[in-house]
């Protein structure tokens, strides 16, 4: 039989046939790997969890490119505006767009990859999120002007929308609501350990080599994509039964899921009779107040000055003047914080009341940046010598970051899935991505508007007003909804106040 096909894989053929040859080597493979770990770990009635952690990791390969990619222009801004780069000097304005770009090109592709997704799956879209994420890594080693760095931060854009739409989505059919709870976080930590390692990276080497360092990722997410399972639930949807539930028993590794499938069946076709439209979204109140409530936490998620921070995180050390740590090191310290107070926090951040840690994180954001206010503002309009002090800002920031990390920066993702009615959930979660990249695209605008404009402490006073709002908006406006089902929380949105 192998003779047979490799025979048939050496003679001229059709497009189509030789597709349908590597795809069926390349199932073939698959079924020979998942045969040789079944006798090293053999299904049982009860199953295991490890094909479904292995999942969210593969996935996550790509969530740490993506952090990487996000945050390359704060260690990187300095150089290119200090001419101490590979591509010559640039302004602060050049330097804004690359945090623009990015935002504005997951919006145009949003519409592309959700119209993709329906016909393909979510297995295909994951394993092309790792292309565009190659090649912006190689533009940006290549790079001879900034125009190839433009073009690396719209493909990054590309990978980004598909990591925040179709990524989590899958992680979230995939696995079961014990794994979930345990392992869901991994995309978000990814993300920011890709932070915390283009940081150290660039740090100790030049641009270039840090590229094609952080190329491995997007390779390694090329080479393991294909061995995961699809989403049963999108095979269910597409009426392909016996491959969703061959896919259900992979994820699962048990020998009957048969339960689990006919739930998973009554839900799809409870959902599709449920169905509502853009319009129900906008025109039933309780809907109305959802995603008025979850705009409204994204905007203030994001004029806590998380984005726009992370994107200028070492150039607003260099204006601090700081000289007790180096520029480097302090956003190094930053960016190792967010990943460890996100690996706390993440999975203890849904336990408790969702008003309480939104208003206890934005009055610490507020006293944290309210700090660096009058630190600033003492180094800039007095002359009072604050050297043996120059640590404040960074202490402060990593102050700040904890206090992110319990409320602001979690909850309002948790929120959505909580908020949203199921029969609108899918078009309020699209709304509220494209809000996101809108505001993303403003809010590191304003920052840099800022930084050329005024001096830092007007800067931090901004978004210390805005965290300030935050805090009264959170505690007077935000209902609770922990320990309450779908239905409670509608009817809880559904009264006026």
């Known amino acids: ?23 069926s080597s390349n199932l073939t493979l698959i079924k020979m790997i998942e045969t040789v770990v079944e006798k090293l770990i053999p299904r049982s009635a009860k199953g295991r969890d490890f094909v479904q952690i292995s999942s969210i990791f593969v996935v996550s390969i790509g969530a740490f490119s993506a952090g990487a990619l996000f945050a390359w222009p704060s260690p990187t801004i300095p150089l290119l505006i200090r001419n101490t780069s590979y591509i010559g000097q640039i302004s602060i304005e050049e330097a804004s767009y690359l945090s623009i770009l990015p935002a504005a090109s997951m919006i145009a592709s949003s519409f592309l990859i959700a119209s993709a997704t329906k016909y393909i799956g979510r297995k295909p879209i994951i394993w092309f999120m790792a292309i565009p994420q190659a090649l912006s890594w190689i533009l940006i080693a290549e790079a001879k002007s900034i125009t190839a760095i433009y ?69 390694l997410q090329i080479l393991l994509v294909p061995f995961l399972p699809e989403s049963p639930h999108y095979l269910m949807k597409k009426g392909e039964r016996e491959n969703a539930k061959i896919a259900l028993m992979r994820l699962r590794w048990k020998t009957d899921v048969d339960c689990e499938l006919s739930a998973m069946s ?11 439209s853009f319009k129900d979204l906008f025109w039933i109140p309780a809907n ?99 050297s043996d002090i120059s640590w404040i800002p960074l202490l402060v920031m990593v102050g700040y970051i904890a206090f992110l990390s319990i409320g602001l920066l979690p909850l309002p993702v948790l929120m959505i899935g909580e908020l949203f009615a199921l029969s609108i959930k899918n078009h309020g979660m699209f709304v509220s991505t494209v809000y996101l990249a809108l505001i993303m695209i403003a809010f590191p605008k304003i920052l840099q508007l800022l930084l050329s404009n005024f001096s830092l402490y007007v800067t931090f006073l901004f978004f210390t007003v805005s965290c300030f709002f935050s805090t009264i908006f959170c505690w007077f406006c935000v209902p609770e909804t922990k320990g309450k089902t779908l239905e409670e929380i509608q009817q809880l949105l559904s009264k006026t106040r």
């Open 266 to 276: 009554e839900s799809i076709e409870r959902q599709r009779s449920e169905a509502g």
């Open 288 to 386: 109305r107040r959802a995603l008025l409530l979850v705009l409204s936490l994204r905007t203030f998620q994001q004029l806590s000055g998380i984005t726009a921070f992370v994107i200028y995180a070492q150039y607003i050390f260099e204006l601090s003047g700081a000289r007790s740590v180096s520029d480097e090191v302090s956003t190094i310290i930053v960016f190792a914080s967010l990943f460890l107070f996100l690996l706390v926090c993440l999975p203890v951040a849904g336990k408790y009341s969702r008003r309480l840690l939104l208003t206890a994180s934005s009055t610490g954001c507020t006293i944290c940046l309210l700090i660096n206010v009058v630190y600033f503002c003492i180094q800039e309009e007095t002359e009072v010598d604050v």
């Open 1 to 23: 039989m192998f003779i047979c096909h490799l025979i048939k894989s050496i003679q001229p053929t059709h497009n189509a046939t030789k597709v349908e040859t590597e795809v």
């Open 151 to 219: 073009i690396a931060r719209v493909l990054n854009g590309i990978g980004e929308g598909i990591l925040f739409s179709i990524a989590m989505a899958y992680v979230g059919e995939i696995s079961t609501p014990a794994v979930r709870g345990t392992w869901g976080n991994m995309i978000t930590c990814s993300v920011a350990l890709g932070q915390l390692s283009i940081a150290a990276v660039i740090a100790s080497m030049d641009i270039v080599t840090a590229a094609y360092i952080h190329l491995f990722a997007p390779l």
